[in-house]
């Protein structure tokens, strides 16, 4: 029969278990998901590996609840802004709520357990680049309902451009986030101190703007054709 743990043990491993989930996402989000074992994880915990696969199974099994305890309470804020949003009359106004509603999430949800976070996103932004098949596997499951759902409120409003530009440009978007909320310090360098690329709400605004645009701008088989250089002969 299994030994049943003491009280002093079941009051330890929610501790134990939180330590884990945060010295993970620090090496991963430092390192990348493969040059991490778990052997780093608990060592970086003050546990003993045992205690990871304990509470985790594998190391596959703590980077999926890493991203869903952060991006679950962010996807579901996200579904509501985008239920409200699809509600509004307006063209313009429904696309730029639209917009927003992908947006504030992403900031506004700042603790490490409410979806937000520079760790967090930078975690995103080098397992995104890793290209590893779990973490593929993982940011899939993560976030496709969500972006589908953000994908077809803008093409309801933006019919004549086709879903594949819409896709294009959301994916732009993904990356504007990612860079704005990891690197806000260099739009204060770039702008001279002029402006303050840690102030959430101008990045948001900035954002938005940027992106209603894009996405309103022409279909790219509709575009103008740029203009042909003049050939110049050569006299001999």
């Avoid at 609840?65 to 009359?89: D, F, G, K, Q, T």
């Avoid at 976070?117 to 590893?132: K, Q």
């Avoid at 002029?194 to 992106?211: H, M, P, Y």
Wanted: aromatic residues 6%.
């Amino acid at each position: 029969m299994a030994r049943k743990p003491t009280s002093k043990e079941t009051a330890r491993k929610p501790n134990m278990r939180e330590a884990i989930l945060v010295a993970a996402e620090e090496l991963f989000a430092t390192n990348g998901f493969n040059a991490v074992s778990v052997r780093d994880i608990a060592q970086a915990a003050g546990a003993n590996p045992g205690s990871v696969t304990y509470h985790f199974k594998t190391k596959d099994g703590l980077l999926l609840e890493i991203y869903r305890r952060h991006c679950a309470p962010m996807n579901l804020r996200r579904s509501e802004l985008l239920a409200a949003a699809r509600r509004v009359r307006d063209l313009q106004d429904r696309l730029e709520a639209i917009v927003r509603a992908y947006v504030v999430p992403a900031f506004t949800s700042g603790s490490d357990l409410a979806g937000g976070g520079a760790r967090f996103t930078r975690l995103r932004a080098v397992m995104s680049a890793e290209g590893n098949e779990v973490t593929r596997k993982i940011i899939a499951q993560t976030f496709d309902d969500t972006s589908h759902a953000f994908i077809d409120a803008v093409h309801d409003s933006l019919p004549h451009i086709p879903r594949t530009d819409i896709v294009w440009r959301s994916h732009f978007l993904l990356g504007a986030l990612y860079y704005s909320l990891v690197t806000p310090d260099r739009v204060s360098r770039l702008s001279r101190g002029e402006a303050d690329g840690s102030d959430a709400a101008s990045a948001i605004e900035q954002l938005v703007q940027a992106t209603v645009a894009a996405f309103q701008a022409p279909a790219l088989d509709q575009a103008a054709p740029a203009r042909r250089r003049p050939v110049v002969s050569s006299k001999t």
